[in-house]
């Protein structure tokens, strides 16, 4: 798209009265995106000029043959309608982990005979960092290495539920590590 072309949608996606954001989303893409996860604009404050702040003057219309070389400061206020969730979404998988891990360490724990207390403590611990890893930007990256650290702390996690001895512990985690290989290997690298 040319420049004129970018200026015309954005007038339009202003006047039609979407906001900010959604303006952003439209120029840079070219099409209208309609979220209501996104920021909505509550107000906007004319355009002023930078170099004399005292002289509140509007600037006119700039076009895409004119050259501007004052910076053009424009003020945007958003309001943000999304939920605490959407907000934080590694609290979020934080707590989902949590709640998945304290059911199956509570499950361990009773099956094992080693308590259901102790089990689901521990499963809520192992399950909240799983979720941290699952969520991880970085490892999203490395999907491998990401099923990898997953296997080895849910093998850690149910084999510390199951069991009191550090030997079984370790042998639970070498064999978490080699299920989420194998799982990784299937799912990421057999392509």
Known sequence: MTS??????????LALGQPAALAQGTLLSGSVENHNALPKLIRQ??????????VKRPVQK??????VYKPIIQRVYVQDNRTYWQKHPKVRATALGAGVGTAAGAVTGLVSGRGVVRGGLIG?????????????ETMKRHPIVRDVAS???VGLGLSAAATRGKKRLWQGTGVGAAVGLGYGLLKNGLR
């Open 124 to 136: 809520a611990g192992t399950g909240a960092g799983v979720g941290l890893v699952r969520s991880s």
């Open 45 to 54: 404050e004319p355009k002023y000029d930078f170099d004399d702040p005292d």
């Open 62 to 67: 700039v076009y895409a043959t004119k050259t």
């Open 151 to 153: 296997g080895t702390l």
């Open 4 to 13: 004129s072309q970018l200026v015309a949608v954005g007038l339009v996606c």
